[in-house]
Structure formats: structure tokens, C-alpha cells
Nanobody
Framework: QVQLVESGGGLVQAGGSLRLSCAASGRTLINYTMGWFRQAPGKEREFVAAINWSRGVTHYANIVKGRFTVSRDSAKNTLYLQMDNVKPEDTAVYYC??????????????WGQGTQVSVSS
């Protein structure tokens, strides 16, 4: 089992920055894929960004590429999402996830409880 706890959400003005954190515990994360999804009111959950824990290879949704940066601190077992130049359409609940190696479907592993991000115009 992997436990994930997000933090860092809040209210930010458009054009501003916010950093989300996701603290992981319970297992070593060798070759896990960890990342972020988000869900806005009335919309489906959508992929935001991901990183391979061991190799550090990243992947981003086009809508956040160039504005958001996903990273991890292996010593702290913590995943981050640096959000820069945020827009009102970035308003959503952000969820951290962790997929074990060889997981066939993205997001089929473990999930955090989510953290609210609200961007004012």
C-alpha cells in the first residue's frame, strides 16, 4: 500500500504561482510513475503531469506544458507540482497518484484525497 497526502492548494490570482506537494509513504517508489490529475466542477478528471520516480522522465498535458513543472525529492519521498502563470481555467481539485511498475492503465494505482486550487481573474 502507498499512502499519498497532498498539500499546498489555495487561492491564487491569475498569473501567479503555487506549489503543490504530495507526500508518499508505505513503500519504496522504485520505478513507480507518479503524477497529477485534476478535476474541475462538472468536468471529468484530466491528466496534468507525471514523472518516473527512478529515471526522472516527465510527461505533461499540452494545456500545462511550459507553465507547470513536476518534480520529486527522493530523500523526502515527496512529489511536487510547480504551477506558474496560472489561469482561471486551472481551477480544480488536484489529485496526486502513484502507479506501480508495469501498471497497464494510468491512474490505476494509488490516489491522494485531493487539494483545491482556485485561480481568480
Amino acid at each position: 500500500q502507498v499512502q499519498l497526502v497532498e498539500s499546498g492548494g489555495g487561492l491564487v490570482q491569475a498569473g501567479g504561482s503555487l506549489r503543490l506537494s504530495c507526500a508518499a509513504s508505505g513503500r519504496t517508489l522504485i520505478n513507480y510513475t507518479m503524477g497529477w490529475f485534476r478535476q474541475a466542477p462538472g468536468k471529468e478528471r484530466e491528466f496534468v503531469a507525471a514523472i518516473n520516480w527512478s529515471r526522472g522522465v516527465t510527461h505533461y498535458a499540452n494545456i500545462v506544458k511550459g507553465r507547470f513543472t513536476v518534480s520529486r525529492d527522493s530523500a523526502k519521498n515527496t512529489l511536487y507540482l510547480q504551477m506558474d502563470n496560472v489561469k482561471p481555467e486551472d481551477t480544480a481539485v488536484y489529485y496526486c497518484y502513484a502507479d506501480p511498475p508495469n501498471t497497464a492503465t494510468m491512474g490505476a494505482g494509488y490516489w491522494g484525497q485531493g487539494t483545491q486550487v482556485s485561480v481568480s481573474s
